[in-house]
């Protein structure tokens, strides 16, 4: 699988960015899908994760309650709705996939995209 992340970009503090995960290679709606993100200095930090298998959804404590994870089998395509952004939020921002046992593991997944940027001015 080959992962192509974009949607970051500059946004003010209350505001909102999507991030899109576009995904090639084997089958696709067969795989499990994280966000994860990363402050330089700092472990990478599970956000959001998705199965490929009924599309259950998780949430790390940082994104409860403001952002969603989706994604549309059709276009090999997962997002992330972020909204209510905060500065804290300010990390590049990866997606994954693979099989996964443990979601919010990153050690789990075994492709991974080469992340987008997302700045939350205060």
């Known amino acids: 699988v080959q992962l192509q992340a974009s949607g970051g970009g500059l946004v003010q503090a209350g505001g909102s960015l999507r991030l899109s995960c576009a995904a090639s290679?084997?089958?696709?709606?067969?795989?499990?899908m994280g966000w994860f993100r990363q402050i330089p200095g700092k472990e990478r930090e599970f956000v959001a994760a998705i199965r490929g298998s009924g599309g259950g959804t998780w949430y790390g404590d940082p994104a409860k309650g403001r952002f969603t994870i989706a994604r549309d089998n059709a276009k090999n395509t997962m997002y992330l709705h972020m909204n209510r952004l905060k500065p804290e939020d300010t990390a590049v921002y990866y997606c994954a996939a693979g099989e996964v046992a443990m979601l919010a593991d990153p050690a789990e997944y075994g492709y991974w995209g080469q992340g987008t940027l997302v700045t939350v001015s205060s």
């Open positions: 290679g084997r089958t696709y709606s067969s795989v499990d």
